[in-house]
Each structure stands twice: as structure tokens, then as C-alpha cells.
């Protein structure tokens, strides 16, 4: 999930901490989450996948519209 949930944060504006701030999860949780030293427990990807508007396949996976004009999560640095 390490690079999907680093792709939503950045496609939202938010750094690290105010992700962290919006979604009551630390700083070390997102940051480790992005790091793919962490996996998220399934409630945590839940809410994160809800706080994006998203699908839990689609944080887990990345975007699935291919006619999406957003960039893929591979592509965002």
C-alpha cells in the first residue's frame, strides 16, 4: 500500500502531518504506512480508503479508471 497511500496524500495537498491531524493517526503511522514499514490494520485502511473517497482496492492497488487523467501512483514522486 506503501506507494497508493503516498499517491491519495499527494493528489490531496496534505503533507504527512496534516493527514495524520485529519485522520487522528500519527505522524509515524502514515509515515510508515507510505514506507511500507508498516501495514495498516484492516480498520486503518478502511478509513484512510474513506477519508480519499475511494475504494479499499483502489488505496491497496491504485486508481482503477483507465481513463483516468490522474497519474498513476508509480508516477508520483
Do not use: C
Not at 19 to 39: C, H, I, P, Q, Y
Not at 57 to 73: A, Q, Y
Amino acid at each position: 500500500m506503501k506507494s497508493h497511500l503516498k499517491y491519495y496524500r499527494k493528489r490531496a495537498g496534505l503533507s504527512q502531518e496534516q493527514l495524520a491531524s485529519k485522520t487522528k493517526f500519527s505522524v509515524s503511522t502514515v509515515a510508515s504506512m507510505e514506507n511500507g514499514r508498516r501495514d495498516g490494520s484492516v480498520d486503518t485502511i478502511i478509513s484512510m480508503a474513506s477519508f480519499f473517497g475511494v475504494t479499499v482496492d483502489e488505496l491497496l492497488f491504485g486508481p482503477n479508471d483507465s481513463n483516468s487523467t490522474n497519474k498513476r501512483p508509480e508516477e508520483v514522486s
